[in-house]
């Protein structure tokens, strides 16, 4: 979710970026702030800097994008989607009866709504 989410970010730039014209983010991280103030944080050392410039959520949508969220994340995971989504002001998709593990497993299922909404766009 993350890294699809960085993908579509406007300070993207080169020939990936160029081919990248769509992303669904499937419950991303958007903002690192709230990491850095769980114990993950003495692994993970992210500065200031590094929160701001790679949090998809602080930076503008160079694309196409919907985010897609199990309707049975954590709660951290709900917020994450859902603040990507406002910022970005695009569609999101909350999978009732999917959780942080099996909302991929629509990816298996070419007729999924999951797997439309990255074929065939928004």
């Known amino acids: 979710g993350h890294l699809s989410a960085r993908m579509g970010c406007a300070d993207r730039t080169g020939s990936v ?17 709230p990491i850095a103030q769980t114990d993950m944080q003495a692994d993970l050392h992210l500065d200031a800097a590094e929160i ?15 985010i ?3 309707g049975q994340e954590r709660p951290a995971f709900l917020w994450q989607a ?16 999917t959780h942080h593990f099996s909302v991929i497993d ?13 074929l065939n766009g928004f």
């Not at 701001?52 to 919907?66: I, N």
Request: hydrophobic share 40%; glycine share 4%.
């Open 52 to 66: 701001a410039s790679e949090s998809p959520a602080r930076h503008a949508l160079r694309t196409q994008a919907h």
């Open 82 to 97: 859902r603040t990507l989504s406002e910022n970005w002001n695009c569609p999101w998709t909350v999978d009732p009866g």
């Open 106 to 118: 629509a990816l298996e299922d070419p007729t999924s709504p999951l797997m439309q909404t990255c």
């Open 17 to 33: 970026a160029a081919r990248v014209n769509r992303v669904v983010p499937i419950s991303p991280i958007a903002d690192l702030a």
């Open 68 to 70: 897609w969220v199990g």
